[in-house]
């Protein structure tokens, strides 16, 4: 996609801090990093979202991502990391080509856990939550 920052990338026509890649993935250095070491793992192929990720390809991320997130932490002397991806508009993806962030995560920084973006829960019952497992089960 010409459009795409990410497909630029990968194209080198815009630059990148590149720290992995091989035939399906590319890994980068984030040009605005949450912390030290903050590295975007993304597929070279131009799909939007995991659900449109071909599943070979997918694997291939999360085999990136395996291998590079201690890496990442080594590199920068972290405590953890937080592993994630922003998947569709609405959660938060500015950039429409899928990519897992790696944000390397230090004892004090003040990040929270992914359970803080949300402000409240939802209240489920038991017959929605075998209702919701069972259409999940279905789709996978
Ligand atoms: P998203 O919000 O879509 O999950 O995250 C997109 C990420 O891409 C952001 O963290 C942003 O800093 C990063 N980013 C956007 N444009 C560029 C770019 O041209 N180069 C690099 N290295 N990172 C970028
Ligand atoms: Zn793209």
Same mark, same amino acid.
């Given at each position: 996609?010409?459009?795409?920052? &990410? ?18 993935? /590319?890994? &980068?250095?984030?040009?605005?990093? /949450?912390?030290?070491?903050?590295? /975007?793992?993304?597929?070279? $192929? ?6 449109? /990720?071909? $599943? ?28 994630? &991806? ?19 995560? =230090? ?10 973006? =949300?402000? $409240?829960?939802?209240?489920? $019952? ?15």
């Amino acid at each position: 996609m010409s459009d795409c920052i &990410f497909c630029q990338i990968v194209a080198g026509d815009i630059p990148s801090r590149t720290v992995y890649e091989d035939d399906t993935v /590319l890994a &980068f250095l984030d040009a605005n990093p /949450l912390a030290r070491g903050h590295t /975007l793992v993304i597929p070279k $192929s131009h799909h939007e979202t995991l659900g449109e /990720l071909p $599943s070979d390809i997918g694997s291939d991320v999360f085999a990136a991502l395996h291998e590079l997130t201690p890496a990442v932490e080594a590199a920068v002397d972290a405590d953890g990391s937080t592993v994630a &991806f922003n998947n569709g508009e609405e959660a938060g993806q500015e950039v429409p080509h899928v990519h897992g962030h790696i944000v390397p995560r =230090f004892a004090g920084d003040g990040g929270r856990p992914i359970h803080s973006l =949300f402000g $409240s829960r939802p209240d489920l $019952s038991e017959d929605e939550l075998d209702d919701i497992a069972a259409a999940i089960e279905d789709g996978a």
